[in-house]
T-cell receptor, first 114, second 113 residues
Framework: GAVVSQHPSRVICKSGTSVKIECRSL??????MFWYRQFPKQSLMLMAT?????????EQGVEKDKFLINHASLTLSTLTVTSAHPEDSSFYIC??????????FGQGTRLTVV | QQQVKQSPQSLIVQKGGISIINCAYE??????FPWYQQFPGKGPALLIA?????SEKKEGRFTISFNKSAKQFSLHIMDSQPGDSATYFC????????????FGEGTQLTVNP
């Protein structure tokens, strides 16, 4: 099946620093990718929709200046958590949908801000 | 209109039994209904999906039943195994690749040996 690769799987950073998470669709082109945040034992919360070649669309309550999204190519979207704080610690997951509708998820990134 | 309600929140089944998870949606424009399986620390994996032109779809031990008039769909796991223990999410949305999916709250399934 289609594969979406996310990197890194785990990252620990200090408060105030920035962290970049990459999401790649390996065998299909994705004009749209989605970024989610998931808290323990909860569902996926959509943060933003990443559109290739244009600005991302952020969900209500998500700070666009804190969570920078870049979708520079049809196979790569990046999420940068800027000036990270402990409350940003979470599990971040990207997703891409291919023609036909199937949505595939990356492996997720466990971010810990200390 | 965008909500997807999933039940039960948790489910315990004996090995060999049938696990049943239910979802209900509101938006009649939705035409794509996938189920995902998620293990701790991993991203969700697509399990099976259905479109509203059929009432049932089966893949191995996994079956989706779809009731368009009731706006409900369910996942049946036959001959449940301890390795099926995971969190299951239903989702609903439009089939187009650029549209978002709306997810249910998740069901924590435990299959006892």
């Amino acid at each position: 099946g289609a594969v979406v690769s996310q990197h890194p799987s785990r990252v620990i950073c200090k408060s105030g620093t920035s962290v970049k998470i990459e999401c790649r669709s390996l065998d299909f082109q994705a004009t749209t990718m989605f970024w989610y945040r998931q808290f323990p034992k909860q569902s996926l919360m959509l943060m933003a929709t990443s559109n290739e070649g244009s600005k991302a669309t952020y969900e209500q309550g998500v700070e666009k200046d804190k969570f920078l999204i870049n979708h520079a190519s049809l196979t790569l979207s990046t999420l940068t958590v800027t000036s990270a704080h402990p409350e940003d610690s979470s599990f971040y997951i990207c997703s891409a949908r291919r023609q036909g509708g199937e949505a595939f998820f990356g492996q997720g990134t466990r971010l810990t801000v200390v | 209109q965008q909500q997807v309600k999933q039940s039960p929140q948790s489910l315990i089944v004996q090995k060999g039994g049938i696990s049943i998870i239910n979802c209900a949606y509101e938006n009649t424009a939705f035409d794509y209904f996938p189920w995902y399986q998620q293990f701790p620390g991993k991203g969700p994996a697509l399990l099976i999906a259905i479109r509203p032109d059929v009432s049932e779809k089966k893949e191995g031990r996994f079956t989706i039943s779809f009731n368009k008039s009731a706006k409900q769909f369910s996942l049946h796991i036959m001959d449940s195994q301890p390795g099926d223990s995971a969190t299951y999410f239903c989702a609903a949305g439009r089939e187009t690749s650029g549209s978002r999916l709306t997810f249910g709250e998740g069901t924590q399934l435990t299959v006892n040996p």
